[in-house]
């Protein structure tokens, strides 16, 4: 092989090299932006999750005074 012949090779193979360089740095781009989402989500489902537990005992404090007045009232309730 020249030294033409290996020059020309070497400048072929940069650019082929250079374009994958540049397809990873974009996935490496879109693997970042979903971890980034992934995180935000996380964030929200946990927002969402103590949200709820804080529901629910609310909703539990609410049917205990709900059978307090029923006991001190003498009415029945209907069992659920």
């Known amino acids: 092989m020249s030294h033409d012949e290996f020059t020309q090779l070497f400048h072929y193979m940069e650019g082929k090299f250079g374009a994958i360089d540049k397809r990873f740095d974009k996935v490496e781009g879109d693997i970042r932006d979903i971890k980034f989402d992934l995180a935000e989500l996380a964030g929200r489902v946990e ?3 103590n949200e709820f537990l804080a529901l629910g005992h609310k909703v539990d404090r ?13 009415a029945p309730l209907s069992p659920a």
């Open 62 to 74: 609410i049917e205990g005074w709900t059978h307090e007045i029923a006991e001190h009232t003498g």
């Open 47 to 49: 927002d969402h999750y």
